[in-house]
Each structure stands twice: as structure tokens, then as C-alpha cells.
């Protein structure tokens, strides 16, 4: 047996998977176990204990130990920017020395963790430089094997903010990166920040709130982002202070990261004082994040464009945390020729835990054998009876049902007649999305499901658009591309004619960031969107994670808190129903005919 422990460590979005003879069985963010703070960057002790457990196997089993992180990598650019720009440099070497210091005690960590003796960890440390782990997360998950673009790009790794590659067979040959001031990622998040969204991982607001704002301020983004006179991307770094907002990030109160100020004054005197949280959100800041996705996106396309010319883009396998940009993603099919695109379930640092696992399997051990990521279902299962032993002390009325085909049905009745329904099934979700495992679930095509479900169950700001999940070979009928999207990676527009059919999940451009889902991705969620179209005529879903400000649901006792605390109106986990009393009563399902 090879057992391979990959790892996301020492920065936010920690996580572990665990790789057996080439498969993968098991793969869970940190933040899902133990304190269950968002975003956390605690070394993953809750997620490899889980995972060595559920295989049934010890640390002492483990042959290797797999990083998505190389300290030693790109030395030559870190002396650059240490020498241009010293006072900034002792901050990122002082981080980089930090990690390499963590990372040189890897068993000592892993064995604490299992509470076992260092002296028999017999396992072979393998690190691999952050962006090559994230290109590999997608492609060794992808069915590509033919000469396949790879893509990366995120806020920074290694000192790496993107990396250009051709993959084919088992082998990545990294063909450009871009090094640091120079980033997307922290473009996008200081833009983030200005705009008053200042905890870690609030990109996709700016990304949400766009579509309510113009590009008028295309000109100064032209002044920090620059495209003229290279094939990928140049940042003018005095609009940014990284080194010194990352140096001054904290965790609240409230558990939530929150990062310190990475943009500078340079940025407050091209755009005016920046917004605080609490103020109202005004149409300067609509207009600043258009103009910030704008720009985004124009910044990708070239790399994209540079990036066609050496490897044909008919397959792209793309990873890092701005492959989440959904809008963009949909764009790229548009503009360009590819014929299919594999974007990992987890594509921000989490997922380097996989891409590391897999670079071990298929470079450092010469191993052929492929894996096809065809589901995120990776995390843990609590089983019937771990649910009913939940349920024990719960006041409402709890059903259990004879099957699941019959929890189904009465889920979809539910939810068809405007119930508002907690969906606790299986393993859970990995990566940031929630997929039908660990969902809530309403009727999209009820007027004020959005904004009852942002009101007094999400808590959210009322921009934010719900995601439609819908049945694979139905794509093609509600949207204007016909993409395949099993992680809900991709943002398309409704077709015309359905954008009033379905106002909770209608964003304001007529789009929506879709989740297509095939039997043999879901099998359960396959049927209960297939018993929703026999109602409403429609196999569609909003679908938002189960969660209140935390990250999702993990256990059945969790679950159930969030049930009881929020205004959801069922639960069903497993085959057990829980309803509360409908002040509204059941809502009239909508007609089927098209």
C-alpha cells in the first residue's frame, strides 16, 4: 500500500486529503473540524486525524508526505524584490523564514497531532511549489491526458501570483510564472478591502455587487493593473502594501480572519476615502467593483491569450483562488477555443493539498495510474444512526422515513410548496461550494425566496445572487451556454425568456452561477431535482450552503443547531424529517408549462 498525506499548511484555507494506490478517499478543510473558524490557517490536526481514521490506517502507515509549498522555490525573484524594495522585504522574508521554520518541523507536527512518537513516522516529506500544486490539482483530477493548458493564478504562493504550464501524460512542464509585486489576487482583494469588505475571503462580493455598477473607472485601473508590453501582467506596486496589511492580520473576536490593509494611500487618492463596513453600500462602489472585475477580467484574457500560443486551449486545466471568479470562467468558453475546461472542486489553497498528493504519485514516485475527480463528495459521513442520535433531544416532531426515494419525495414536496429546506446527506462537500450534501434548498421560481432567505436565514447582503442547481441535460434549455458545471464554477446568463421565471436565483444581469448535476455525480440530489421537475415542471433548486456566518455544517448536531436557530422550515437529514409550523402556509407550486 502508498499512502500519501497531502497538506495545506501554514496559511489560510489549511486541509489534508489522503491518496491511497492512486486514489483519492478523503479530503477536508480544517475549518470544517475542530474550532471551525473560517479560513483558518492552523496546521490541519482535525483534518488528518479524520482522515487516517476513516481509512482505518495510522500515521505510521503513511509512506508520504506531501506540501504544496516549496520555500526554497524562486529565490532569485525574492532577491530582487527584497533589494528594490527593503523595508517591504523584511516583512515577506520574516513570513517565508516563519513557514520554512513550520515546515522543517512537518513530523514533529504530524506526530503531536496523532499523538505518537516522532521516531516512528517513517514517512518521506515531498514539497512541491505552491502554483505547480494547484495546476495539479486540476489536470492529475482531470480526464485530460492529450497536451492540456495549465493555468494558475491567485493572490500569491511562493512568491508566485500565476504560473503557465503544459501537461500531458503524468508530466507538468511549468512554461512562465509571474512573480510578485506583481498580482491579480491582491489587486482584486485591496479593491475588496477599498470597497469596505475587509475579511479574508470577501472577494466574491465584489464579484456579486459588479453587475449593479458601470466601468466608469477603467482609466485608473489602467494605472494599477498593466497589460502594454507583456504577455501576462504588471501591478504598480505603489498602489499596494501586502507585505504589511498581510503582517498585520488577525483573527476577531467573532473567529472571523481578518486581514490588514493591503492597499496604500496612493490607492485612497485615486479613488476618494474607502468605504467603512458599516456604511452604506453607494454607487461609487458599485462602479469601483465593475470596473475592478473589469479589469480582472481583461487581465485574464490576455494571459489567456499568451498562454493559447504555446499550448492549443482545447483543454484547460485551471486552479488557484481567482479560477473561483465564476463570471470570468464563463467568459473564457466564450472567447476562446476551449473545448473543455477542469476547474478543481477546491480550487483556492485548499485544494494544493490534492495537487500536492497527486505531483508525489505521478513525479516523485513515477506512477502512471490516473485519477478522474468526478464529485466533490470527499469529507465525512455521519451515518443514520449518528443522525439519530442528534435528534434524541430535539423538541419538534421527527420522522423517519421507510427509504431515502421516500425522503426524497417529501423533500421535494417541501420545497416545491415554499418550504425553505435544511439537505443533510452523505459525505460532505469538498471545497467552498455546497453541492447537495450540505445544503439549504428552496423553490426558485417563488418572488421573494431571495430575500427571505437573506433576511432571516443567510443574514447577507441583499446583492449577493443565490445558485440555481439543475439537471445536466436541462443546461442548454434555461442558459444561454450549455456548460457542463458540476462545482458550480461558472456564472452564465439565463436565457431571456426564464429570467422572471426565476427571481431567487436571476441575478441582476439575467445570470447565475450554475450547478449542473448528473446521476452519476449525485445520484440522491439527481432524484430530488428529477421529483421537483415532476411538480413544478422544472428540475431546478437554489442552492446555498448550510451555514449562518460559519463555516458549513460538519456533524448532525450542527445541522440541527442551524436549523433551530434560523427560520429554515425543514429538515431533512438522511432519511429523518423535522417541519416546523408555517405561520405563510405551503405556497402554491408554479406552473409547468413552458
Not at 103 to 114: I, N, P, S, V, Y
Not at 373 to 399: Q, S
Not at 422 to 430: F, L
Not at 485 to 498: D, G, I
Amino acid at each position: 500500500m502508498t499512502a500519501i498525506l497531502g497538506l495545506a499548511a501554514f496559511h489560510p484555507d489549511a486541509s489534508a486529503c489522503l491518496v491511497i494506490d492512486g486514489q483519492l478517499v478523503g479530503a477536508v478543510a480544517e475549518e470544517r473540524l475542530g474550532a471551525r473558524q473560517k479560513h483558518t490557517a492552523d496546521f490541519p490536526a482535525y483534518a488528518v486525524r479524520h482522515l487516517l481514521a476513516d481509512a482505518g490506517i495510522t500515521l505510521a502507515d503513511v509512506s508520504h508526505v506531501a506540501m504544496g509549498r516549496q520555500t526554497s522555490a524562486n529565490r532569485a525573484a525574492k532577491l530582487r524584490y527584497l533589494l528594490a524594495k527593503p523595508a517591504n522585504g523584511i516583512n515577506a522574508v520574516t513570513s517565508a523564514l516563519r513557514r520554512h521554520k513550520a515546515t522543517l518541523g512537518l513530523t514533529e507536527l504530524l506526530a503531536h497531532a496523532c499523538d505518537m512518537d516522532p521516531a516512528l513516522v517513517m514517512a518521506e516529506s515531498h514539497f512541491v511549489e505552491h502554483h505547480v500544486s494547484h495546476i495539479a490539482s486540476a489536470y492529475y483530477c482531470s480526464p485530460f491526458e492529450q497536451a492540456t493548458a495549465g493555468f494558475s493564478i491567485d493572490g500569491s504562493g511562493d512568491f508566485v501570483s500565476g504560473m503557465a504550464a503544459r501537461c500531458e501524460g503524468t508530466r507538468i512542464e511549468v512554461l512562465d510564472k509571474v512573480t510578485l509585486p506583481a498580482s491579480l489576487g491582491h489587486f482584486y482583494t485591496a479593491l475588496c478591502q477599498f470597497i469596505g469588505f475587509d475579511l479574508f475571503g470577501e472577494e466574491y462580493k465584489v464579484m456579486g455587487l459588479a453587475p449593479y455598477g458601470h466601468d466608469r473607472y477603467a482609466a485608473e485601473m489602467a494605472r494599477i493593473v498593466r497589460l502594454e508590453g507583456t504577455d501576462w501582467y504588471r501591478v504598480d506596486g505603489k498602489y499596494l502594501d501586502v507585505w504589511n496589511g498581510l503582517a498585520a492580520s488577525e483573527v476577531n473576536a467573532a473567529g472571523q480572519l481578518r486581514m490588514g490593509t493591503i492597499y496604500s494611500a496612493a490607492l485612497e487618492q485615486l479613488f476618494g476615502p474607502p468605504r467603512r463596513r458599516e456604511d452604506p453600500v453607494t454607487q461609487r462602489e458599485m462602479d469601483i467593483a465593475r470596473s475592478t472585475q473589469a479589469m480582472f477580467e481583461r487581465a485574464v484574457s490576455q494571459c489567456l491569450t499568451s498562454l493559447g500560443d504555446r499550448v492549443p486551449l482545447t483543454r484547460l486545466a485551471m486552479a488557484g483562488g481567482c479560477a473561483l471568479n465564476g463570471v470570468m470562467n464563463a467568459r473564457a468558453y466564450r472567447d476562446f477555443p476551449i473545448g473543455h475546461a477542469y476547474l478543481h472542486a477546491a480550487a483556492s489553497d485548499d485544494g494544493t493539498a490534492v495537487g500536492a498528493a497527486f505531483h508525489c504519485w505521478h513525479e516523485k514516485l513515477s506512477r502512471p495510474e490516473r485519477f478522474h475527480m468526478t464529485h466533490a463528495f470527499w469529507g465525512p459521513e455521519h451515518g443514520h444512526e449518528a443522525i439519530r442520535r442528534a435528534l434524541d433531544g430535539c423538541t419538534l416532531p421527527v420522522r423517519e422515513c421507510a427509504s431515502a426515494d421516500e425522503a426524497v419525495e417529501i423533500a421535494a414536496e417541501l420545497i416545491a410548496g415554499g418550504a425553505v429546506t435544511g439537505w443533510y446527506q452523505g459525505r460532505s462537500e469538498w471545497g467552498p461550494r455546497a453541492l447537495g450534501n450540505r445544503s439549504i434548498l428552496a423553490n426558485p421560481a417563488i418572488p421573494d425566496m431571495k430575500e427571505r432567505i437573506n433576511r432571516k436565514i443567510k443574514r447577507r447582503e441583499n446583492f449577493r445572487p443565490f445558485a440555481p442547481a439543475l439537471l445536466r441535460a436541462d443546461v442548454s434549455r434555461y442558459f444561454e451556454q450549455d456548460i457542463d458545471s458540476p462545482f458550480m464554477m461558472h456564472v452564465v446568463k439565463f436565457r431571456e425568456k426564464w429570467r422572471e421565471t426565476f427571481p431567487a436565483v436571476t441575478h441582476v444581469d439575467g445570470t447565475g452561477r450554475l450547478q449542473s448535476v448528473a446521476e452519476d455525480n449525485n445520484p440522491l440530489f439527481f432524484r430530488l431535482l428529477t421529483a421537483m421537475k415532476r411538480r413544478t415542471g422544472h428540475g431546478m433548486l437554489l442552492n446555498t450552503s448550510f451555514n449562518e456566518n460559519e463555516p458549513v455544517v460538519d456533524t448532525p448536531a450542527q445541522a440541527l443547531d442551524c436549523f433551530l436557530r434560523t427560520d429554515m422550515d425543514a429538515l431533512v437529514m438522511g432519511r429523518f424529517v423535522i417541519e416546523k409550523a408555517r405561520a405563510d402556509g405551503p405556497a402554491a407550486p408554479p406552473a409547468g408549462a413552458d
